[in-house]
């Protein structure tokens, strides 16, 4: 009894395996000619390359979509907003620099035969750490990855320069973007419906304003103003089979939750997802 007592008394005293995945303490004399801007340069322009996979879960990169059914195809990646906005500052250690932070991407991508639609959307925020080397007077992005421990609190991306009007006008835009398609159920970046029936001839009309009573959020971890609010259209099908109308009228309505940020010179809606 006396033995174990000791052991758990003297655990905490022994020395601990440092973490690999941890973001170390500064250490080391920082490379002539290396800067900050220079690195985050790097870390950018290597999230901007795994953008370019065409898998959903791409080796060597932060990003990931879990929620799959089936074989994806017509994968495409997209980061929106500045992905080193906001990121813990470079840190070197002995012969590299550290750099975590959030990125916001989107996937979309098709599940051939997943009813009501193949089509699928989602927003992804990224956490990601990447190791950056200096040689030749340059900056190298080396290991990129996920970074789930990653401290929401130390990322403080910047608050969008554009009035509360105008992103409600963005939103409304995109609203109506949904309701002039022809298709049910709408597009991805829509809000869905899971009693939704599936038809190439559809036409969709609002009830009233999407916007009244809305209320909007800004995520400094993220970048993204998020708008929610409620919400109904009517859709009307006008499909034939076997000679017969086919058609339904019905009503899909609920609460939303709108995401949107800055891409470029623009607000950008990523998704009206329903909430």
Request: hydrophobic share 35%; net charge negative; aromatic share 8%.
């Amino acid at each position: 009894m006396g033995v174990t007592l000791l052991i758990f008394v003297l655990l905490p005293l022994l020395p601990q395996s440092p973490d690999p995945d941890a973001i170390p303490p500064e250490s080391g004399v920082r490379p002539a000619g290396s800067s900050n801007e220079a690195v985050l340069a790097a870390v950018s322009a290597g999230l901007e390359s795994c953008a370019q996979a065409r898998v959903l879960r791409p080796a060597n990169c932060p990003q990931k979509v879990d929620d799959l059914v089936g074989q994806a195809d017509e994968v495409h990646w997209a980061i929106h907003g500045d992905p080193v906005d906001g990121a813990y500052a470079p840190v070197w250690s002995n012969d590299r620099f550290y750099v975590a932070g959030n990125a916001v991407m989107t996937a979309t991508y098709q599940v051939p035969y997943q009813v009501p639609s193949p089509e699928n959307l989602t927003v992804e925020v990224v956490p990601y750490r990447a190791e950056v080397t200096w040689t030749d007077g340059k900056a190298t992005i080396g290991d990129l990855r996920s970074f789930d421990r990653i401290d929401k609190q130390r990322i403080s991306k910047r608050e969008p320069r554009f009035t509360p009007e105008q992103v409600t006008a963005v939103v409304r835009t995109a609203f109506h973007r949904c309701v002039a398609g022809t298709r049910s159920p709408m597009p991805p970046e829509c809000p869905s419906w899971s009693a939704a029936q599936q038809s190439d001839h559809a036409t969709w009309t609002l009830n009233g304003d999407p916007l009244v009573n809305s209320k909007q959020t800004f995520e400094s971890s993220t970048g993204m103003v998020h708008v929610t609010g409620s919400y109904s259209a009517t859709v009307s099908t006008h499909d034939q089979f076997l000679g017969m109308d086919a058609g339904y009228k019905t009503t899909q309505s609920g609460d939303y939750d709108a995401s949107v940020i800055v891409d470029g010179p623009e607000l950008h809606v990523l998704q009206i997802k329903s909430a």
